[in-house]
């Protein structure tokens, strides 16, 4: 059974950082892409970052690049979002993907919030 728990979101001031993280099982991260997604209030889901470990290859959403790092353990069988210099635009519930490189078939976890104050 693929399984996804996010963890690390909280209440954070500008210009603050949380390290969020995406513990999951059920399957090898060889054979998926693993992606973090965002949804503000009001507003349709995201993608804010992805990591591949078949290829190594990495990629940022725009708003993200300079500001956060996605980064992954194989031995905890997790993936890291670290999330620098925060903004209220960045207030949303968090979601870790898993999409399958078969058949593209995605799996979510259940989010973490994440509140930046103002």
């Known amino acids: 059974e693929v399984q996804l728990v996010e963890t690390g979101g909280g209440l954070v001031h500008g210009g603050g950082s949380l390290r969020l993280s995406c513990t999951f099982s059920?399957?090898?991260?060889?054979?998926?892409?693993i992606g973090w997604f965002r949804q503000a209030p009001g507003k349709e889901r995201e993608e804010v970052s992805c990591?591949?470990?078949?290829?190594?290859?990495?990629w940022y959403a725009d708003f993200a690049k300079g500001r956060f790092a996605i980064s992954s353990d194989g031995a905890k069988n997790t993936v890291y979002l670290q999330m620098n210099s925060l903004n209220s635009d960045d207030t949303a519930v968090y979601y870790c993907?898993?999409?399958?490189?078969?058949?593209?078939?995605?799996?979510w976890g259940q989010g973490t919030q994440v509140t930046v104050s103002s």
């Open positions: 059920g399957f090898s991260f060889d054979d998926y892409v």
């Open positions: 990591i591949s470990s078949s290829d190594g290859s990495i």
């Open positions: 993907n898993a999409l399958r490189n078969s058949d593209y078939v995605g799996f």
